[in-house]
Structures are given as structure tokens and as C-alpha cells.
């Protein structure tokens, strides 16, 4: 099996108001997304060219919006705590830019 493009792990996913895992997966490989539960189970997938990634205006830099099939989830991308006195990688922003690679929409 291929390398994966992107995944991360300990991520809450959420539909609306209702979470549906707070310590998920997201997977970028082979040209598709899963979202996965903590136990692994497939929540929703769909190939990159059909996901819509975005970044919420109001979020901190841990979240990101997706939509696959019609459906918005949003995805909390938490790193682990950085060093005291430094800022943590955007991990929302690192997980938008492995979507418009996957997909060939990079600038």
C-alpha cells in the first residue's frame, strides 16, 4: 500500500453541533479522504477532487471545515502542546494545502 499523502490522529470530527469522534483520523492516499473513528471505523470518504476544504474565519488555527458527499464536518487538528513561549504548527492549514495538492488545485 501506498504512503499516505496526510493523516492525523486525536482529531475530534463533528457534523453540526453533534461530535460524532474526538479522537479520529483523517487520511489523505490513493486520491481519496477518509474520516475514521477512533476505532477505526470509516465515518465518510470521498475522492480529493470532490472534498471541499476550508478554513472557518472565526476558528482557531486548530479547525477546518470539509465537505464530502454534502455533508460539512468539522475537523479540530490538534498538535501536540508546543514548547512554552512557541506557537504550534497550523495544523488546519497543513491539512488544506495536502487536499489541494491530492487533489492538483495547488497554487
Do not use: H
Not at 68 to 83: C, F, H, K, Q, V
Request: net charge positive; glycine share 12%; proline share 9%.
Amino acid at each position: 500500500m501506498a504512503e499516505p499523502e496526510f493523516t492525523a490522529s486525536g482529531v475530534r470530527i463533528g457534523r453540526g453541533l453533534r461530535s460524532l469522534t474526538r479522537a479520529g483520523q483523517v487520511r489523505i492516499s490513493g486520491g481519496r479522504l477518509v474520516l475514521l473513528t477512533s476505532y477505526g471505523s470509516e465515518i465518510d470518504s470521498a475522492p480529493v477532487r470532490a472534498v471541499r476544504a476550508s478554513k472557518p474565519w472565526f476558528a482557531p488555527d486548530d479547525r477546518a471545515l470539509a465537505d464530502l458527499n454534502g455533508t460539512r464536518y468539522l475537523l479540530t487538528l490538534g498538535e501536540d502542546d508546543p514548547p512554552p513561549g512557541q506557537p504550534g504548527p497550523p495544523a488546519a492549514r497543513r491539512f488544506i494545502e495536502a487536499v489541494r495538492r491530492a487533489s492538483g488545485r495547488a497554487e
